[in-house]
């Protein structure tokens, strides 16, 4: 069965305190690994799409890479609107695009 | 450029009554569409998926049911509603051949 696991759940950064999400996957042939950033009440706006493992997608302050058996979103110089809730999720090679959630990371920056 | 429009934004319904969201897609053709269940600590749960007009999948057994009676209309129902339904539900679509998908605003479904 697919699992995708995120750490930390919470993360409380100082504006400008730089830092990483860490997303492990275990998927059976990894189609595309897919980071999205949640507010609260909202459903979820897509952030990358990764591939291949030594793929790497910038955005402002976000950067998110992947390795065979993790992914990470860096932060850098974190600002108090890139407070949300960071998810990731992968597919994998099957007959249909199933695509399987972590349960997030809240992301809290402090002015 | 391609919107999804899900309603209403939050339900509150007694224990045992009906349920009906309903999602629809403008500016695209055939998407793929999801109804996707996402609970506190959970990851979002996959409860239907279709690709195409009254081509429904099931992901899970539960107490829902999905119908697609038009190419961008997906519609989540139920009978008689359980305490357990309680969550919030999103709608998603994604062009065919990719998982990259695109999220409605959700319901808040309390069930009381």
């Known amino acids: 069965e697919d699992q995708v696991t995120q750490s930390p759940e919470a993360l409380r950064l100082q504006e400008g305190e730089s830092s990483s999400l860490n997303c492990s996957y275990t998927?059976?042939?990894?189609?595309?690994l897919f980071w999205y950033r949640q507010d609260p009440g909202k459903g979820p706006e897509f952030l990358f799409t990764l591939y291949s493992a030594g793929e790497e997608k910038e955005k402002e302050r976000l950067k998110a890479t992947l390795t065979k058996k993790e992914s990470f979103l860096h932060i850098t110089a974190p600002k108090p609107e890139d407070s949300a809730t960071y998810l990731c999720a992968a597919s994998n090679s099957g007959g249909y695009q199933k695509v399987t959630f972590g349960t997030g990371t809240k992301l809290q920056v402090i002015p | 450029s391609q919107t999804i429009h899900q309603w209403p934004a939050t339900l509150v319904q007694p224990v045992g009554s009906p349920l009906s969201l309903e999602c629809t897609v403008e500016g695209t053709s055939n998407p793929n569409l999801y109804w996707y269940r996402q609970a506190a600590g959970r990851g979002l749960q996959l409860l239907f998926y279709?690709?195409?007009?009254?081509?429904i999948s099931s992901e899970v057994p539960q107490n829902l049911s999905a119908s697609r009676p038009q190419d961008r209309q997906f519609i989540l129902s139920s009978k008689k509603l359980l305490l357990s339904d309680s969550g919030f539900y999103l709608c998603a679509w994604s062009v065919i051949g990719s998982e990259k998908l695109f999220f409605g605003s959700g319901t808040q479904l309390s069930v009381l």
């Open positions: 998927v059976s042939g990894l189609r595309g």
């Open positions: 279709s690709v195409g007009i009254g081509q």
